[in-house]
């Protein structure tokens, strides 16, 4: 009975996750218009940009260098911040590993670990980083404006996460389960499905929606995937429960900062051109399209 229940966490913490997903989004039905009119009014304000090849490529180079600095401030924020939980986890965390690491193997589900064996490699390193690529390039091509935030941004990433992660697996030694001592502080596993999936949805909803119930959606659907992650991660024994619980809020943490570092250096998103077109199509005759001074 008690293997049952080990395997019904998995679509039990998948249907919690919806379910705030879908009360989340109707509460945000009655904010959108207003938000809708902020952002139509943002990207007609940033069309006035200058145009000039010259001074497009010295802006990139600069931003780019703004949003590297940010973001590195805030990864040795974070780094700061993981060391000090990991002096928690390190010392004390098997006092809770322990217990579940017994009762999950004892209680494992075969067929579901079938299935979490081929699960769990959506976290694996090259998985990540061959999809943060792929959408860097993609992007790249699709952007309407700063064609080159898509790929500084996704490469920053693979850089930043695997230079701290090496960083903080340096400065702790830990030991994984009996079934896989080659699991670390943190996983490594649960926080790039965060923070590169998590990255890529973002980037995605930037440039193409920009809506508060789309980012809920999308946040939702991020949120699962690293559910599922550390769930397959605990469940095969390849990390204590604490690391893959560490690894979820380091990788939220990374994609907080590489988010706040893009808002810092480039603005909140704009509204893509097909809603401001809509909107400009309800508006009475004669009413003039937003402006304001150009950035």
Known sequence: ????LVASIWPLGLAILAGLAY????????????IAGAQAAQLSRRSHKASSIAAGVSDAVWDSARLGAVAVAGTLIVFGLMCALGLIVVHHGLAVDRPIFDWITKHQVHVLAALMKRLTKIGDTWTTWGAALAAATCLAVTWRH???????????AIVIDHVTTLAL???FHRIGP???PLGTYPSGGCDRVIFFYGLIAYLLWREFSGQRRTAIAIAAT??????????????LSLHWFTDALSGLLYGSMLLAIVIAAVHIVVGRPSQPIVHVANERAQMPAGTPAPTGPPR
């Not at 009975?1 to 049952?4: D, E, H, I, P, V």
């Not at 009360?23 to 207003?34: D, F, S």
């Open 1 to 4: 009975m008690l293997r049952y």
């Open 23 to 34: 009360l989340l989004t109707t509460r945000a039905h009655g904010t959108a218009e207003a």
């Open 146 to 156: 700063r064609k080159w935030l898509p790929p500084v941004v996704l490469t920053a």
């Open 169 to 171: 697996r340096h400065v």
């Open 178 to 180: 009996p079934t896989s």
């Open 222 to 235: 991020v949120a699962a995937l690293g559910f599922s992650e550390a769930y397959s991660r605990v469940h």
